[in-house]
């Protein structure tokens, strides 16, 4: 069993930024991928960034490449979404998310095991 809390959330205007944070019960070395994605209204989950267990590959959906960074802290069993230059488009939901099982579909939120209970982020225009 894997407990994730997000934090970090919040409004914000369009190009600012903001810092998610994602703590699990279970120490990170032992999951092999996390993951953030996010859900607006009326929109299904979509998949954001994810990050390897040793950190060392990370992945971006097309919408956030070169505004968004994923990294982990396993000292502190967390990872981060680092998220710069937002946009109205990107006000959702945003969920942590760990896969156990190392899947290569690290997009697919089928591919994951444990989701925290999301954080809400806002831009306003």
């Known amino acids: 069993q894997v407990q994730l809390v997000e934090s970090g959330g919040g409004l914000v205007q369009a190009g600012g930024s903001l810092r998610l944070s994602c703590a699990a019960s279970?120490?990170?070395?032992?999951?092999?991928?996390m993951g953030w994605f996010r859900q607006a209204p009326g929109k299904e989950r979509e998949f954001v960034a994810a990050i390897s267990r040793s950190g060392g590959i990370t992945y971006y959906a097309d919408s956030v490449k070169g505004r968004f960074t994923i990294s982990r802290d396993k000292a502190k069993n967390t990872v981060f979404l680092q998220m710069n230059s937002l946009k109205p488009e990107d006000t959702a939901v945003y969920y942590c998310?760990?896969?156990?099982?190392?899947?290569?579909?690290?997009?697919?939120?089928?591919?994951?095991?444990?989701w925290g209970q999301g954080t809400q982020v806002t831009v306003s225009s």
């Open positions: 279970r120490r990170t070395f032992s999951i092999n991928r």
């Open positions: 998310a760990v896969d156990l099982g190392g899947g290569s579909r690290y997009y697919l939120p089928t591919e994951y095991d444990y």
